[in-house]
């Protein structure tokens, strides 16, 4: 009987979760001290400096928080809310809002750490549910400018 109530409330509580997020993460070691890579990346608009895929970056603020707008090139718009900030840790979060990607409910985390006795190590991390598109295709896509954007970090840090 006990054992029976246990597997309905299991039943239940998953029911009633949402669906496990997908997930990507993507590092690269930088042959620059930390400070000089969050000087690069570390502001919320930074993104329209150094990744490629970005022809610019409007900052706004809606409700006390950092809210950006990229134009991207080729076309196309992603808004971006800030939802967390740590310069002490070198990261910060945010969630996207409005966007073409085929991802829901995503939140992302970009952080710079000490790496080697000079260098750096960038970690790019989302979290997402895929939306119009398989969970191997969106990740696919989340990847693709993970990639490019740490490329670039890489480029624009040394």
Known sequence: ML??????????????????????????????????????????????????AVEACALSTQGGKNIRTLSLKGGGTIVEEEV??????????????ESPLPVANYVSTIQVEPSGSAGSKVTWTGSFEPKGASEAEAKAVIDGIYV???????????
């Open 3 to 52: 054992k029976q109530l246990f597997s309905a409330a299991a039943l239940v509580a998953l029911a009633g979760s949402p669906a496990l997020a997908a997930e990507v993460t993507e590092a690269t070691p930088v042959n620059a001290a930390p400070e000089k890579v969050w000087a690069t990346i570390g502001g919320f608009c930074g993104i329209g400096t150094w990744h490629p």
């Open 84 to 97: 967390g900030r740590d310069d002490a840790r070198m990261a910060y979060s945010y969630r996207i809002l």
């Open 148 to 158: 490019k954007g740490l490329a670039a970090i890489v480029d624009k840090s040394t």
